[in-house]
């Protein structure tokens, strides 16, 4: 019984061991299976972690392009451009690869608030560094600026014009024969004082400074200036202001200001300028009596201006001048010249006044301003006490 038992015993020991060896088998292999997909899931999520931080490192690190670019273009700086939208231009020429990477480049060289307005030839592809380097360096700017002065005529731009650009003054002259086709809106060319109009582009052409297109027209540049012109009107509202509280044409107004442009000699003196202007054309009806128009007539003439003191009666009294106000009562047929902003200032805001005389008494070009003539002969002996040149006019 007890042998039986024993054996019985054995057996099922041997069984159970047999058994416990099986499950033991099976549990290695689990365990290099659990170890395998332990090790995938770990590669997997660092593999997300790693696609994960890329893309995040995405939005905070810019997009660039490496080296010195390849293929040359040409790229135009407007002028007045932030630099968003200088970059903006560069990335559309394919030049960087994203704006952000400029402007950062931009944004750490101190430099970058001297990228002037001009041409530049650039390269595709470079990286935003290189291309702030290449903006700041003046030998990749092929369009030089061309500065137009305050009381320029329209003869002396061309001229100005035709030195910057190479293109002959005739050119600039033939584009300005429609002043409407470059831009000025007809309306400007109305009068409310019945008297005949001058309808050319004087007066019309701003004064600043310009960069031009090295493949730049006379009339793309003349278009330029005109629209210059009108974005300055017309963020004055000097149409508006000049009907409203003046009661005349902006076309007067821009009469006045290009006569006070050529008369006063100091930027302090537009406002008075431009009261004895209305004052002798609109409440005396009396001419104007500025030699300025005179000497305007002379140069269309193809002669040289005179001083003041020079001019001759004849000169003066020439009846053949439609921009006569020596003997002609009201303003003349046009402006005379392109005025800048403080004198448009001066003709939309007269200073208040009865002035009818004016004259400049010393040699900064500063004036004395009278009611009457008495007084005016007295500042005109001033003016010769100081060495100014007017003596027995």
């Not at 001009?118 to 700041?136: C, I």
């Not at 305050?150 to 002043?179: C, H, M, N, R, W």
Request: hydrophobic share 40%.
């Amino acid at each position: 019984m007890i042998d039986e038992l024993d054996v019985a015993f054995e057996e099922d020991a041997e069984s159970r061991g047999s058994r416990r060896g099986t499950r033991a088998g099976k549990g290695r292999g689990k365990s290099a299976v659990a170890l395998t997909m332990t090790l995938l899931l770990f590669a997997a999520l660092g593999g997300g972690v790693y696609f994960g931080y890329t893309k995040v490192r995405s939005f905070f690190v810019a997009a660039d392009y490496e080296g010195s670019g390849s293929t040359p273009v040409e790229v135009t700086i407007r002028k007045n451009q932030s630099l968003t939208e200088i970059g903006n231009e560069l990335v559309e020429a394919d030049v960087v690869k994203s704006t952000k990477a400029f402007t950062e480049a931009a944004d750490a060289e101190p430099r970058s608030k001297n990228i002037q307005a001009g041409t530049y030839v650039l390269r595709k592809q470079m990286a935003a560094k290189q291309a702030v380097a290449q903006l700041l360096d003046p030998n990749t700017r092929l369009s030089k600026g061309v500065t137009i002065p305050e009381g320029k005529t329209a003869k002396q731009t061309y001229q100005l014009l035709s030195k910057a650009t190479g293109i002959p003054v005739k050119d600039f002259e033939e584009a300005a024969k429609d002043p409407v086709a470059l831009g000025v809106p007809d309306w400007w060319f109305n009068r409310g004082d019945g008297k005949q109009v001058s309808k050319t582009a004087e007066g019309f052409l701003f004064p600043d400074t310009y960069e031009f297109d090295p493949k730049v027209t006379a009339t793309q540049a003349l278009r330029t200036m005109v629209d210059h012109f009108l974005t300055v009107t017309g963020d004055m509202s000097f149409a508006d202001e000049v009907q409203k509280n003046r009661k005349v044409s902006p076309y007067e107004a821009l009469i006045v200001a290009s006569l006070s442009q050529a008369e006063a000699g100091i930027a302090a003196d537009l406002p008075k300028v431009s009261r004895v202007a209305y004052n002798r054309a609109y409440v005396k009806d009396m001419p104007l009596q500025f030699d300025v128009t005179t000497n305007y007539w002379l140069e269309l003439n193809g002669k040289d201006p005179k001083h003041s003191g020079n001019l001759l009666k004849k000169e003066m009294e020439d009846p053949k001048n439609p921009y006569n106000t020596e003997i002609v009562k009201g303003l003349p047929i046009g402006p005379i010249n392109s005025p800048g902003k403080a004198a448009l200032v001066g003709a939309m805001n007269p200073t208040n006044g009865p002035w009818l005389f004016f004259v400049a008494v010393d040699k900064s070009g500063k004036s004395a301003f009278a009611v009457t003539d008495a007084e005016h002969q007295k500042n005109v002996q001033k003016a010769c006490a100081n060495g100014i040149n007017l003596c027995g006019k």
